[in-house]
């Protein structure tokens, strides 16, 4: 860490900005999204070509590593809430930009397992599953069409940083995606093959369904159903806790081979 500093204020026109950033429409229109707190922004400090600018309390400032200096940043009043969407944003955020998507036509060239979200609801999953991916080297993330806006500032923050790193893709329908030169699997509570006792591709396309319905039905004809055994009484495993375990398992078989 490092005093970063700065007596520049934020413009009318930035703060507009920060705030428009709330909504999904706009997020996509500018290609720009929020990050806050001083863990998850110094996640960018060894990305800064992503950063738009920072904006920061004094105490936020030197808070930050030295890295993020090169970065445009901006001075705000100790205690402007209007700025920021928790309560724990901790005088520190950054206007950051999107990575481009991952398209259909990257997927050949993607060394790695890809996860593909049907219809995912819950933005704090969302960004669950993304920090399970990173720590686990799945490097491509397919939201599906119907699926939360990965870009939402609760699936920023649950994402802690892995946001930044991985490729993400969105309102790609399954059957787009398939047959691209990679196995499918379907992740679903009762299907008969099961985790460790199944041969599974490395390089395969993974698919979680919603938190409450599971996986589409015009998708069960698209890949092999497998389950995650239960050794107890309960009755399911919420869609981040499934995928970490498969991504555990994937870590696994690729360790292997």
Sequence with gaps: MNAISSNRPLSQAQRSLIRSLA??????KHSLFLAEGI??????SELPEQVEFLYADNDGMRSLPSELSRCPIFMIEENDTSLFATDHSQGVGAVVRMKAPLELSDLRQLDSP???????ADPGNAGTILRAADWFGIMGVLFGKGSVDPWNPKA????????????????????EVVGRGRSCYLLEANASASLGTTQL?????YVIGNEAHGLAHKWKDQGKGISIPSFGEGDSLNAAMAATILFWELSRLNKIS
């Design 23 to 28: 909504r999904r429409k706009r997020r996509k």
């Design 39 to 44: 863990r998850l922004v110094s996640e960018l």
């Design 114 to 120: 890809i996860l593909y979200l049907d219809q995912l």
């Design 156 to 175: 920023v923050r649950a994402s802690m940083g892995a946001i930044f790193r991985l490729q993400i893709g969105e309102n790609l329908t399954l059957d």
């Design 201 to 205: 591709d490395p390089r395969g396309i």
